[in-house]
């Protein structure tokens, strides 16, 4: 009679990191900001980049200390889920 539904909590802006590193796309959408240069320093918690998908803006994160080795996309790219946007070393 009853239903049950069961959610899990994902934290909105958040990226995923399937090879340490390596930052990924977590949906399919469009890159609108880069806030971080290649050889730059970043910090655990600095946002790296804005993309927009499904009509939100996405913050992208680093998720450790490191330094910004390699940027795949630029402002106005379209990225599919999954996509490498970043590479960072520690």
Same mark, same amino acid.
């Given at each position: 009679?009853?239903?049950?539904?069961?959610?899990?909590?994902?934290?909105?802006?958040?990226?995923?990191?399937?090879?340490?590193?390596?930052?990924? !796309?977590?949906?399919? =959408?469009?890159?609108? +900001?880069? *806030?971080?240069?290649? #050889?730059?320093? &970043?910090?655990? /918690?600095?946002? %790296?980049?804005?993309?927009?998908?499904?009509?939100?803006?996405?913050?992208?994160? !680093?998720?450790?200390? =490191?330094?910004?080795? +390699?940027? *795949?996309?630029?402002? #106005?790219?379209? &990225?599919?889920? /999954?996509?490498? %946007?970043?590479?960072?070393?520690?």
């Amino acid at each position: 009679m009853g239903h049950t539904l069961q959610f899990e909590l994902i934290e909105p802006g958040a990226s995923s990191s399937d090879d340490e590193g390596s930052l990924t !796309a977590p949906m399919p =959408g469009k890159i609108l +900001e880069v *806030h971080v240069s290649q #050889g730059q320093s &970043v910090k655990s /918690g600095d946002v %790296l980049m804005v993309m927009e998908a499904m009509k939100m803006e996405h913050k992208i994160v !680093a998720g450790n200390d =490191g330094v910004v080795e +390699e940027i *795949h996309f630029v402002t #106005g790219d379209q &990225v599919p889920q /999954g996509a490498e %946007l970043l590479t960072i070393s520690e």
